[in-house]
């Protein structure tokens, strides 16, 4: 069964104390934490609005970052992780990320014998704390991780859903990580059971980033906090999709071809004030 993950990136960035700067007549302020955020960058991804992205500019659009490369395997029965930027395109009014494995016998670790996946970011690498969201549906099909994070090479910030782990769940995490006993650290890592079904309808998925403090939110009801190894370096903000076979992981690969869709933001969604 085909499925999509229809994703849209928001972020809203440099924040400070709304009671600091309530007498500034620009800036948007989150209700919930009294946070007030002076800038936002935003992207749309429905094509009859003002955002349109069509598939014949999409690759050339200059916000827009596109994984086009190999990330080797790690482990003797994975697979390496192949993105391509194809894998990437805009479908019933949201971003579809694929995971490819059409023409594939995936379960031969041959290097002719490749799964493809997917992956998208902005070409921004100067985001600094924030407020990061996306309208998420995932996929059923099992042995694939979403993951929704900023990067810099010095450290990362995730939310990722493991496609085959039951009951559904997202895992949030701060790197590099730490274990405890040969386990990831409650200090570096945590999760969130849900109580949905992740593949069949859109959610909000969220992560609030500030100096040294990362509170991550499903449905913007705050669900874990970390404190340890926040990233302080400025980053790009990234979605993937990918499968490699690791069963201590992502149970993979998948067995069919998968698909991942994130929505559009509609304006009378968004969960903060303009101040």
Request: proline residues 3%.
């Amino acid at each position: 069964m085909r499925l999509c993950m229809i994703a849209v990136v928001l972020a809203l960035v440099n924040a400070t104390n709304a009671s600091m700067a309530s007498d500034c007549d620009c800036g948007y302020r989150e209700p919930s934490s009294n946070t007030f955020w002076n800038e936002m960058w935003y992207m749309d991804f429905e094509e009859r609005q003002n955002f349109a992205i069509g598939n014949q500019n999409l690759y050339s659009h200059k916000d827009l970052f596109f994984s086009n490369y190999e990330i080797a395997a790690k482990f003797n029965d994975s697979y390496a992780r192949v993105f391509r930027k194809e894998n990437v395109v805009i479908t019933n009014e949201s971003l579809e990320i694929a995971i490819t494995v059409d023409g594939l016998e995936p379960f031969v670790n041959n290097e002719n014998q490749r799964i493809i996946c997917g992956g998208i970011g902005t070409t921004r690498q100067d985001f600094l704390y924030g407020s990061f969201r996306s309208y998420m549906r995932t996929t059923n099909v099992e042995g694939t991780v979403t993951g929704m994070f900023v990067y810099h090479p010095e450290g990362e910030i995730d939310i990722e859903i493991v496609s085959a782990v039951k009951p559904s769940q997202a895992y949030f995490a701060t790197h590099p990580g730490i274990t405890e006993n040969g386990k990831a650290s409650s200090l570096t890592h945590g999760n969130y059971i849900f109580d949905f079904d992740p593949s069949q309808d859109y959610h909000e998925y969220r992560f609030d980033w500030y100096p040294d403090l990362v509170v991550f939110y499903i449905d913007s009801i705050e669900q874990y906090r970390i404190t340890t190894n926040v990233l302080s370096q400025p980053s790009r903000v990234m979605f993937n999709h990918w499968t490699d076979g690791n069963q201590n992981f992502s149970q993979g690969p998948a067995k069919e071809n998968a698909y991942l869709n994130d929505m559009q933001h509609r304006k009378n969604r968004h969960n903060f004030e303009k101040s």
